[in-house]
């Protein structure tokens, strides 16, 4: 079958409404232009994020009726470890609240005061919790990634002679282990390549490095592997996933993300002496180790998620909505970053608004500005989500300046996308009226969540 058509059919709606112009621009001015600070109220259709806004299927909600609230040893705790060994591979099981908490919980098990952590691209929290535990993050993704028009098909590939001279630079003992995404996230969801993970699994065993890997996506990035890399298109998805994290020692799973539920997470490791560590970690950061944060309920449904989230027709008909709103925008003449990803359609704020400097925050004023044109909710990923250097305090500047239009999974239809590309494409015709915008609030961390900003006139 060619089509990418959805592998369900809709049981139950949720009514949505389109904001009056005058409510907009009330809303945005209230939310000091961004995007995080609008309520879900004032938004049409909502592309934020694809994290914990997923549809759950029937199955799903009825496994939360078999949820065992026990404190200690619930079955659904059970239930989800067996779903991990059996998908994932992986051995010992941490449930956490998300996964920023396993994120924290693998971060002060491995990582020591001084210790250098090598990632393909960094991402939010997980960079953040790697330098509150005393390290510091070195990007080795391939050059490529950075460059919004390569079509390079995996541009989430490490960069195996920058790892080596990494480890040759600072030397093993200080590199507790190499942290893998995939697919990136911050690179527009840009998938790494079977055949590059046995490669930095090849190089980490000949120093003795460990490798983590961000698991958030890896069924997407599966998908794009079965795609595009050579002698995978025959394969399932579910012996690509598996085949991927037999790479890697261990992963931080963030459950809102792929395996379709609306929160939760995990920690997942081979090695006993790491569990044991983050095991104990978890009684005083998430909870005990059989819920660590996660209601019983919570624990069944994802356990049923991840199962469901290894269909074909489930990830052909989640990354084809993505593929068909992308192609609409590219054959607009809209620039977005190419490859098309696996969760969001990028737009290139810096090509889209030339004339707004990098300073001036052109992708937060590209998503407050598609918000006012549509009622559609995006979110900046460029000079603001990168925050400032550790060491000197000024502002990272990140070469790709990113709007992220995030699909959830299973809730909106094509023509929701159909809503999307034309608001798009009416802004760019518009562009030059878009101006820039300066920042009147910075929150300490992670400042793109809270940070206002103010129309420069
Ligand atoms: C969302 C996300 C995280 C953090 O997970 P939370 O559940 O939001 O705490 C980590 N890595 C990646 C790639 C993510 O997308």
Redesign the pocket.
């Known amino acids: 079958m060619k089509t990418w058509a959805e592998p369900f059919k809709i049981k139950v709606v949720e009514h949505v409404r389109i904001p009056s112009e005058q409510e907009k621009q009330a809303a945005i001015r209230e939310a000091g232009y961004n995007t995080f600070l609008l309520r879900s109220d004032e938004v049409y259709i909502d592309l934020l994020t694809d ?1 914990g806004t997923t549809a759950m299927s029937d199955r799903q909600w009825a496994a939360m009726m078999i949820g065992d609230e026990a404190y200690a040893g619930s079955r659904s705790f059970y239930r989800l470890e067996e779903a991990v060994q059996r998908y994932y591979g992986y051995k010992y099981v941490v449930p956490t609240h ?3 908490g396993a994120e924290n919980l693998l971060s002060k098990t491995l990582i020591k005061q001084g210790d250098i952590v090598p990632g393909n691209m960094y ?1 939010t ?2 960079r953040l919790h790697q330098e509150l535990a005393g390290g510091t993050f070195t990007d080795i993704i391939i050059a490529e990634a950075h460059d919004p028009a390569s079509l390079h098909p995996f541009k989430g590939n490490v960069d195996i002679a920058k790892l080596e001279s990494v480890i040759q630079k600072y030397g093993a003992e200080r590199i507790p282990y190499v942290s893998v ?1 995939a697919t990136v ?1 911050l690179a527009g969801g840009q998938p790494i390549s079977l055949e590059n993970l046995r490669a930095v699994r090849e190089l980490t065993n000949k120093y003795g490095i460990k490798v983590i890997l ?1 698991a ?2 890896i069924v997407e990035n599966a998908f794009f592997i079965q795609q595009r890399e050579p002698g995978q298109n025959g394969r399932t998805i579910a012996a690509i996933v598996k085949e991927s994290c037999s790479y890697t020692d261990g992963c931080t799973m ?1 459950a ?2 792929d395996p379709l539920v609306n929160i939760g ?1 995990f920690l997942a490791v081979n090695d006993h002496a790491v569990y044991d560590e983050a095991a104990n970690l978890a009684v005083i950061y998430e909870g005990l180790h059989t819920y660590g944060g996660m209601a019983g309920r919570d624990m069944e449904a994802l356990a049923t998620g991840i199962e469901e989230s290894l269909h074909d027709d489930h990830i052909r008909a989640r990354v084809g909505q993505i593929l068909y709103l992308g192609q609409k925008l590219i054959d607009a003449g809209i620039p977005i970053v190419q490859p098309i990803g696996g969760h969001g359609v990028f737009l290139d704020a810096k090509a889209f608004l030339p004339h707004i400097p990098q300073e001036q925050y052109p992708a937060q004023a590209l998503a407050a500005e598609l918000y006012l044109e549509s009622g559609v909710r995006s979110m900046e990923r460029g000079i603001v989500s990168a925050g400032r250097n550790k060491e000197t305090g000024e502002e990272n500047k990140p070469k790709l300046e990113l709007v992220r239009l995030t699909i959830p999974r299973r809730v909106y239809t094509q023509a929701h996308m159909d809503v999307v590309a034309e608001a798009v494409i009416n802004l760019y015709a518009r562009r030059d009226s878009i101006r820039g915008l300066k920042m009147v609030y910075e929150p300490k961390y992670l400042r793109f969540f809270q940070a206002r900003f103010e129309p420069l006139t």
Do not use: I, V, W, Y
Request: net charge positive.
């Open positions: 994290s998300q996964g920023r991402f929290t997980t995404a996230n961000d958030a996506r963030s809102k993300k997470g």
